[in-house]
Structure formats: structure tokens, C-alpha cells
């Protein structure tokens, strides 16, 4: 027996059995290849969140038998997967002398014309249910089954089931300048980049401009911006676009007034009270030190009501109207939400909130709505509005003729508190929240307070919830970043009063949710990149690549035991950088700025000489791989201070010697900014997600004059090269 495999005596026991029937893991090995198995009260806590009882030797053995009879009661599972082009089976529980049939409803409601045939199960033993016993047989899912989600109905014996039919491409197919070469664009915190009439923040006007700009001053073919998920509807906002409220929906915060349709139908009146209200968010562009979002929300949430109230044309209501009926139930949870923070303020973790006391079906919710039709609707129509306006950003970069156009962000998960987990709680695991085990970096762990989903909902609603999360961002979307893929494979549960040490993981069918991407990406024509930094699984790893899902190259990260590796090492299914947004940018990391920050906040577990001496050892290996390799010349090396701008330019000349599909500069090395965008394990003790675009001075850099900038001129010459 392998050191790192659990005992016979271990795999025998109930709460073992019981976890592993459930895909609860009940070991595993760590970043430094360290073997750890899960505590028993942390294996009774995570099943308790997905709603098994074990608390005991009879409830685990209960729950084992409980889950078994439904499996095998069942005629097919609730979700199936099929590679389109290739023949599946599908295992259906029939009696020992039955023959299943089945049909299939295509996802535009036309029936399957073709046959399926019936072929022999598993040859597993069959099942006792107690009244008879069931055995297996397989249905044969033809190879001309069509991309789509598709209705499965299986019939045994005069008992019909239905199951969802995931028929999806083996791989997104790489777009066609990819193929033989790589595409090239920009990284931007959307929030941070602002113009002349910006509101205080980058919005999503700024972004329109942003992207045709970049591809006429530059020639990039993206702009991977932050997440613009759904936040909240009222002051104070939640700085991080990582903890979203919905990410279903889209953050109506970016919104630019000017560019709603009806704001050039206001009378004069109202044309100059929102005029006045945009006066007042004017010098909030020019702060390089702070990003003011309640300041700018107070005055544009103002404008937005005035525009709101003064109604709208017969056509754009209609087309309000099919939005509203299109977005359905998630747009409503949503709306509701807002409205319940709107009067009754923000929720909060106490019995005593509104989000403890009441639900979606309570009557104090159906009698707010009916108060407030106007505030409700209101809500609803920013949603619209928000959507519209991204999406147009989209459709002129695409205009311009980008490739790629917007990368948008996909957070891992969502606010506990917001309006996905209140409207349905069903959707996520009850006591536990996702985070990360302990490893080098952070040796406690991390708790990332989000709740996970849970992945029996997903099977048991064909992953419905997953599904139009991704189809609404390839809507307004050329490409799709997934924060965390591992997320697909495997999450990291903590319960409840237990610390980020005390998890272990839940596997999800990622090849299912891999599938999804896969249809999604391919209708949309787009692109889907993995987060995967860290130590990745030789078999996720496999499955990204295999499915043309693009990982993540970082420069700084690309090392081992201290020597970086060659860029033309690396993978080419990659988007390349040469930072994160984790990290200062490339100014300020050759300054050790996050040296500087660390010490600063008393975040060092050892000594600031000691961390200063690894960051001086980390740069001379970079510096010495880029000396090596050609891209820098060793007297810039040996004087960096003098050639900081050299150095710069040949980390991305690194870049463009890789063959990695994506490259990606970051707007703030070009521009020479040196402060971190987010500082990871502070909150308020650094100004995460609140730090303007300003150059090497500390002057703001407006969008206008943004690709105009010697450093963007540099990188284009680079990459364009």
C-alpha cells in the first residue's frame, strides 16, 4: 500500500463509504506533496451542508442505503453528457428482463428523427431495491446529436423519465489567427481607467472607447478587464469585483447616463439636473489617489432616476419588456434584492435581517414589490441598461475589428449574503464556504466566505444555474477568464466554526461544466482562459488542454526551485503575462514594492531582511534568464536602476518569445504605475480595488491619452513585431 493511499480498515468504514459515494474527499495531498486525511467531524460538517445526515455509524449506513434506492429507483440520471460526433452510452436502470426505449427533444422543441438503439449496461451486479432488482442496460446516443441542452426521455416498462441531454463540442476550437500564431491585448481594472466624462470611475462607455482605441492606437485584439458582476444597489459598494452579489448579472454601477438612449429625449430641465449631478463627480476624476465609487454612485444613481422616471418609446419598452422575460427569475431575485436593501438597508449574518426572517415567497416580500412597482422596475431597468451598454462596448470593438473584443472575469463564487444564495438557497451548500488548504504561502489556510455551490443541484437541474451564468457573459463577452478553474474539478469546503485548515475538497463533474463552456464559447466564437496558477493536477491540467481551454503563464511565476524557465518553455495553450493583478506592477516590483507593502502592513511570518533577500535573489534569476535568453542586454542588468524602462520592455519581449496563444500587457506597466491593485490577506488596511490609473509622478492618466503613452506605444511595437 502507497504511503499516500488510505487503509482498507479506513476505506471500509461508513463515513468513508459515504463521502466518497457523494464526492466528498476524505484525503489529500498537499502543495508539498504532504498526505493528510480528513477529520471525521469535518467529513460529518460537509455532508451535513450537502444535506446528508452522519451524524453516526446508523445515520451514515442510513444515508448510504437512502442515496443507493434513489440512484437505482431512478431510470437515468438527471444530467447525461455527449460528445457531439461520437456515439455514448447512457446507463439506464431497467428490471432484469426489460428493454428500455428512449426519444430525444432537441433543445428548439423538434423532436430526434434518428434511432437509438439499446445495447448491454455496465455488467454490474444488480440491485437490490427490496421489491425486485435492477440491472443495467445502455442507450446508444447517436453521433449526429447536435450542440445544445436537449431533453432525454427514457421509457421502461410504462414508466417514462426525463433526464438533460449536455451534447457539447470535445474542445473549443481555437479562433483562426490562433492557430498557426497568438493574439495579443491588454489588462485592465476597468474601474481605475476614467475620461473626461467619466463619473468618478471607469465606466462602461470608457470601456467602449478603451477597446477601439487599443485596437486603432495599438492593434490589440482584446481588453481583459475585472469582474463586472451584479453588486449592490445602494452606498457604501464592496470594493472587490471578486465578491459579487450575483454572477449571473451584470454590475449597473458602469453605467454611463449620457449613453442611455432617453437622456437625449429629457426636457431641458432634467437634461440640466443630471447635468449638474455629473458637474458634481468632476473632480473625483482627477483624484490619482483614491477611487470614490459611493461618491460617484449618490450623484449617478440620482441622473439614473430622473432618466428612468421620464419613461421611455414604445420600442424600447418593448425591448425591456423581452429582456425582463428573457433574463426570467435570476432577473427578479435580483430586482427583489435590491429593493429590500434599498428600504430596509444592507443585510446582515443576524436573525433579525430582513435576508434571516424573510424569503422569496414570504408575504412581506410580495407586499414591499407591491409598494414600490416604480423602485422594483427601476432596478430591473438598470439591469437592461447595464447589459446594453456592455454589450455595445463589445459590439464596437468587434466593429473595430478585434478578434477577441472584452475578456470578461468570472468570479469564483458569491457574496453570502446576496441575492443568488437568498433567492435560492437550494442552489448552494448550507454551512460550508469555499477557500483554499494551507500552503507556502498561506500557511492557515484561506476562507474565501463564499458559499459553493452544490453540485447535487447541478446534477439534478441539468446544471441550469452554471448554464445561463455562462451564456449570459459570452452574451456581451469575445472571451471568458474563469477565476480558479480548479473550481470545475475540485473546491475546497470549510464548515462552519472551522478554520481553513479544517476542509477538504468536493469534486464536481467537470467534464460536464467543461462541456457548457464548450458550447457556450463555440456559438459565441470565443475563447475560455483557466485561471490555474499554483500546483495544478496532472489530470486537470490534461482535461484543460484537451478541451482548448487556455491556462495561465505568469514571468514572474514561470520558476523553479529559483531559475525561471525560457519562455519558449512554456505551453502554448496560455495566456502569457508577465504579472497579476495580486502583484505591484512591473515598476514597482523591481522597486520591491511588495516588499515594501508586506513590511509596511506586518504581513512578513519572518524577517523583512529575509523576505528582501529572497525578492533580490528572485530578480537577479529573472534578470539573468532574460540576459540569457537574449532579451535584455547585461549592462542594463548590471545598472537596473538607469534601465528600469529596458528591463521592463524585455520582460515583454519574453512575452512575445513564447508560444503562448494570448498575450496580455498590463495598462499599468505601460504606463508606469508601481502601486498594487489589490494587496491578497488585507481589507481596509490597503486600498484594494480602489487605486486610480496614474503614472511613474503619480498623475493620472487619462483614457484619452492612454495608448498615446510612450510605454503603450513600446508594447505595441513589441507585439506587433
Known amino acids: 500500500m502507497s504511503e499516500n493511499t488510505e487503509n482498507e480498515e479506513r476505506l471500509a468504514r461508513p463515513l468513508i463509504r459515504l463521502a466518497k459515494l457523494v464526492g466528498v474527499g476524505t484525503s489529500y495531498v498537499g502543495m508539498s506533496h504532504d498526505y493528510h486525511e480528513i477529520a471525521d467531524d469535518v467529513l460529518i460538517a460537509v455532508l451535513a451542508a450537502l444535506g446528508i445526515d452522519a451524524k453516526d455509524e446508523d445515520a451514515q449506513d442510513a ?6 434506492k434513489e440512484r437505482y429507483s431512478r431510470l437515468v440520471e438527471p444530467t447525461v453528457l455527449h460528445t457531439v460526433g461520437k456515439e455514448d452510452k447512457v446507463l439506464v436502470n431497467t428490471g432484469i428482463l426489460d428493454v428500455p426505449s428512449a426519444t430525444i427533444t ?24 427490496g421489491s425486485s432488482f435492477v440491472s443495467t442496460a445502455a442507450l446508444i446516443i447517436p453521433s449526429d446529436i447536435p450542440a445544445g441542452y436537449h431533453t432525454l426521455h427514457v421509457t421502461v416498462a410504462g414508466r417514462t423519465q426525463d433526464a438533460t441531454l449536455i451534447s457539447a463540442p470535445d474542445h473549443v476550437e481555437l479562433l483562426d489567427p490562433m492557430k498557426s500564431g497568438s493574439l495579443w491585448g491588454w489588462m485592465a481594472q476597468l474601474y481605475s481607467i476614467r475620461s473626461a466624462g467619466s463619473w468618478g470611475i471607469g465606466d462602461f462607455e470608457d470601456l467602449k472607447t478603451m477597446l477601439v482605441n487599443a485596437k486603432g492606437q495599438t492593434g490589440a485584439d482584446f481588453v481583459l478587464i475585472n469582474p463586472v458582476h451584479a453588486a449592490e444597489p445602494v452606498s457604501p459598494l464592496t470594493p472587490s469585483p471578486y465578491l459579487p452579489v450575483s454572477r449571473r448579472l451584470v454590475n449597473f454601477t458602469y453605467i454611463r447616463p449620457e449613453s442611455v438612449p432617453e437622456y437625449a429625449l429629457l426636457d431641458a430641465q432634467a437634461k440640466h439636473d443630471v447635468d449638474e449631478l455629473h458637474a458634481e463627480t468632476e473632480p473625483l476624476n482627477g483624484d490619482s489617489q483614491i477611487i470614490d465609487r459611493d461618491s460617484m454612485w449618490r450623484s449617478k444613481m440620482h441622473a439614473l432616476w430622473i432618466i428612468f422616471k421620464a419613461g421611455r418609446k414604445a420600442e424600447r419598452q418593448a425591448q425591456f419588456d423581452v429582456f425582463k422575460q428573457e433574463c426570467g427569475s435570476d432577473l427578479e431575485a435580483y430586482a427583489t434584492w435590491c429593493l429590500c436593501y434599498d428600504k430596509w438597508g444592507a443585510p446582515e449574518d443576524n436573525d433579525e435581517s430582513w435576508i434571516r426572517r424573510f424569503n422569496r415567497d414570504s408575504q412581506e416580500i410580495a407586499d414591499l414589490k407591491q409598494q ?15 447589459s446594453d451598454q456592455l454589450a455595445a462596448a463589445q459590439q464596437a470593438a468587434k466593429d473595430a475589428g478585434m478578434h477577441i473584443g472584452v475578456m470578461s472575469d468570472m468570479a469564483v463564487g458569491v457574496h453570502p449574503l446576496g441575492a443568488d444564495v437568498w433567492w435560492n438557497p437550494e442552489r448552494f451548500a448550507k454551512g460550508a464556504t469555499v477557500g483554499a488548504p494551507p500552503d507556502m504561502f498561506n500557511q492557515q489556510g484561506q476562507d474565501w466566505s463564499q458559499p459553493p455551490l452544490s453540485p447535487l443541484d447541478l446534477e439534478a437541474t441539468g446544471y441550469e444555474t452554471y448554464r445561463n451564468m455562462v451564456h449570459g457573459m459570452f452574451a456581451r463577452a469575445g472571451a471568458v477568464r474563469i477565476d480558479h478553474i480548479l473550481g470545475l474539478f475540485r473546491l475546497w469546503w470549510i464548515p462552519s466554526h472551522h478554520s481553513a485548515m479544517d476542509g477538504t475538497y468536493v469534486y464536481y463533474d467537470a467534464d460536464i461544466m467543461l462541456g457548457i463552456l464548450a458550447i457556450e464559447a463555440s456559438r459565441a466564437h470565443g475563447v475560455v482562459v483557466g485561471e490555474d496558477l499554483g500546483v495544478v493536477p496532472e489530470y486537470v491540467a490534461d482535461s484543460l488542454s484537451g478541451h482548448g481551454i487556455l491556462g495561465c503563464a505568469v514571468e ?54 529575509e523576505f528582501q533577500a529572497s525578492a533580490t535573489a528572485e530578480q537577479n534569476a529573472m534578470l539573468a534568464m532574460l540576459v540569457q535568453e537574449g532579451y535584455l542586454d547585461p549592462e542594463f542588468a548590471e545598472h537596473r536602476d538607469e534601465h528600469e524602462a529596458d528591463i521592463i520592455d524585455a520582460l515583454y519581449r519574453a512575452l512575445k518569445g513564447s508560444p503562448c496563444k494570448l498575450l496580455a500587457a498590463s495598462i499599468t506597466d505601460a504606463v508606469g504605475e508601481k502601486r498594487a491593485q489589490n494587496q491578497p490577506g488585507t481589507n481596509n488596511e490597503y486600498p484594494n480595488w480602489r487605486v486610480p490609473l496614474a503614472d511613474a509622478k503619480g498623475d493620472v492618466v487619462p483614457l484619452e491619452t492612454l495608448f498615446e503613452t510612450p510605454g503603450a506605444q513600446r508594447f505595441a511595437q513589441i507585439f506587433n513585431s
Open 63 to 68: 444515508s448510504i442505503r437512502r442515496i443507493l
Open 106 to 129: 432537441l433543445e428548439n422543441g423538434e423532436d430526434y428523427e434518428g434511432n437509438i438503439e439499446v445495447g448491454p449496461g455496465d455488467g454490474s451486479q444488480a440491485f437490490d431495491l
Open 372 to 386: 414600490f412597482p416604480d423602485t422594483l422596475d427601476f432596478y430591473r431597468w438598470l439591469e437592461w441598461v447595464a
Open 556 to 609: 514572474w511565476f514561470e520558476q523553479r526551485d529559483g531559475v525561471f524557465r525560457a519562455p519558449s518553455q512554456w505551453r502554448p495553450y496560455a495566456l502569457a503575462s508577465v504579472n497579476t493583478h495580486d502583484m505591484p506592477p512591473a515598476a514597482g516590483y523591481l522597486e520591491y514594492e511588495h516588499v515594501k507593502i508586506r513590511e509596511r502592513l506586518g504581513l512578513l511570518t519572518g524577517s523583512a531582511e
